[in-house]
């Protein structure tokens, strides 16, 4: 089941959750990211720092409210950091809050926090162990098991107060019992559906959730009744979530001394760093409360509110709780009914590992030919360019994701382009002063591209249109402009970039083109002038035939009729006989 929900459409090369991710759990496929569930151990730094919002949090707050419109009998573990992060004037408020929300209880998972201090105060008694590192926080048990499995005989072999409240609920309340833990934290989600322990929590929920619900219901904690917690009252253990709170919680509980030093570690970096000094043997005789969270608990991955402290939060917290442990009497019969005991294991994910020869020919692809060429920059996610082509060999990153070389390649792209085409290319700013003038240009205008780029185009030729295309964000395509003091005639394309504020224009030589054109034209006028003369010589030629053929005509004519006359005028003469 997935935990971190992934919206690749939202993913744009960044490559900022690879940067921040300190076990490098995240793939690049296709140039977008992608989490790798053996690999992750869910602290969460991915969701907060994402600037497109691509990973989301998968909810079950539809779940839990199923679970509750069944009527289901539906408990809430809330974690001591809504001490923090909710808004109330009692803390019997949060409860009456929860209870109309349909929950049959709403339980402090401090109670269970109560019985793994009492853990760990006898591991601390006994002091068997060489090192003892609480196992509160899933991230930091899963950061062990996958990465530092040499340190696993130091975590204490105790379940986190999630799992060891929802184990006690069942036990009291049946096993039929829901129960729903409510904290900020997400490695919690995995913690539960882990089978070493996936009956005792049933759904996870976040402060996100549970303050959406209460809106959807139009509750208000802060008009909510006091209505008291009736179970156990766990005192110094609600300080938890705060640096230092767990063994503040050990300290109040202990009847009596331990041969351990005691300190805390918070957040990714400086846990990692830890654990490598601990497997290089450096700590011992130490018991460790470690949170994966830099500032503990309170500061959980899906607290969004910025406006909270952390440093307030803690004083107000350690000045509000009660420091005093929670008597014997109260742990010792719930110890005696529930397990608290978890075995942690190897986890270690096995990527294939490449040889140096591989490692080298991936180098070469990205333009690192020798030691000196690899800048160790950091962009691409990775630490060192080698470490970046380990996980191109695993499939866990790309070639293209090195922006050094991807800017040098795209540069000499460009480069080539404004080098080797036949057509004039130009870029200018709003000022008309020339950003870009492709080599070719000389030929035509006269001017070397160092001299083009400290000139404006108004120097030149006329910037117009140019000044057009800025002013109206309007494109040019396919005009015709002739030049006649360059006789050069053009087909211009000038588009206005917004990214950059720029005009982009191209100009296509077509001067031969033209002078074939007007040639073509000359020779059709000559064609329809010499056509002219035919006709207009064959005109007077068919005149002149007509004058003719009415001479000759006429001529016959009179011809004829003095031949008829002289016919008529005989044959009277020898009638007259």
Not at 343 to 370: C, W
Request: proline content about 5%; hydrophobic content about 35%.
């Amino acid at each position: 089941m997935a935990i971190i929900d992934f919206k690749a459409t939202k993913c744009r090369h960044c490559y900022k959750c690879v940067r921040n991710c300190e076990v490098k759990a995240i793939m690049v496929k296709d140039g977008r990211a992608e989490i790798m569930p053996d690999n992750c151990i869910l602290c969460g730094r991915c969701l907060q720092i994402c600037p497109q919002s691509a990973k989301t949090l998968v909810s079950d707050l539809s779940l839990v409210k199923g679970m509750v419109e069944a009527g289901e009998k539906v408990v809430i573990s809330i974690a001591p950091s809504y001490m923090g992060l909710l808004k109330y004037h009692t803390i019997g408020q949060v409860r009456c809050a929860l209870m109309r929300l349909g929950f049959a209880d709403v339980r402090e998972t401090a109670e269970g926090a109560a019985l793994v201090t009492a853990e760990y105060a006898k591991l601390l008694s006994e002091g068997t162990m060489e090192n003892i590192i609480s196992t509160c926080c899933p991230s930091v048990n899963a950061l062990i098991e996958k990465y530092y499995p040499q340190l696993i005989p130091y975590l204490a072999p105790v379940v986190s107060p999630m799992i060891a409240h929802g184990r006690m609920i069942k036990q009291q309340m049946g096993a039929d019992t829901k129960v729903v833990f409510l904290g900020p934290c997400i490695a919690k989600k995995q913690e539960a559906l882990d089978p070493r322990h996936a009956d005792c929590i049933d759904a996870v929920l976040n402060f996100n959730d549970i303050n959406r619900w209460l809106n959807e219901e139009d509750i208000v904690i802060e008009d909510c009744e006091d209505t008291p917690f009736e179970r156990m009252n766990p005192r110094v253990n609600r300080l938890y979530p705060v640096t230092s709170g767990v063994i503040n919680s050990v300290v109040a509980t202990q009847s009596g001394q331990d041969n351990y030093r005691k300190f805390y570690v918070h957040g990714e970096s400086n846990c990692i760093d830890l654990c490598q000094s601990m497997v290089r043997g450096e700590i011992t005789g130490c018991f460790i409360e470690m949170n994966m969270c830099s500032g503990g608990c309170i500061k959980g991955p899906t607290v969004n509110d910025r406006s909270i402290s952390r440093f307030k939060v803690k004083l107000d917290m350690e000045e509000r709780i009660s420091h005093d442990p929670v008597p014997e009497e109260e742990t010792a019969p719930v110890l005696e009914a529930v397990s608290l005991n978890k075995v942690f294991f190897d986890r270690t994910p096995h990527d294939p590992v490449p040889s140096e020869e591989e490692i080298r020919q991936i180098l070469a692809k990205t333009g690192k030919m020798r030691p000196d060429d690899e800048l160790n920059c950091g962009a691409c996610g990775y630490p060192t360019c080698r470490e970046k082509a380990i996980a191109v060999y695993q499939k866990k990153a790309e070639l293209d994701m090195c922006i050094p070389f991807m800017y040098e390649k795209s540069k000499s792209f460009a480069n080539l382009v404004m080098e080797t085409s036949p057509n004039v290319v130009m870029i200018v700013d709003q000022d008309m002063k020339l950003l870009e003038y492709s080599a070719v240009g000389e030929k035509y205008f006269g001017k070397t591209r160092a001299e083009a780029l400290q000139m404006y185009l108004y120097e030149f030729i006329d910037p117009a249109d140019f000044q057009w295309v800025f002013d109206t964000h309007q494109n040019i395509h396919g005009k015709k402009v002739h030049y006649p003091e360059f006789k050069l005639d053009t087909l211009q394309n000038i588009v206005y970039i917004p990214e950059q504020n720029v005009v982009l224009a191209t100009f296509i030589d077509i001067t031969k083109e033209e002078e074939q054109a007007r040639l073509e034209y000359e020779r059709k006028l000559d064609t329809i002038d010499l056509a002219q003369k035919v006709i207009h010589k064959q005109m007077m030629v068919a005149q002149e035939i007509a004058g003719l053929l009415g001479e000759t005509t006429a001529e016959t004519k009179t011809t004829l009729t003095k031949l008829c006359r002289s016919l008529l005028e005989d044959g009277s003469d020898n009638g007259g006989k």
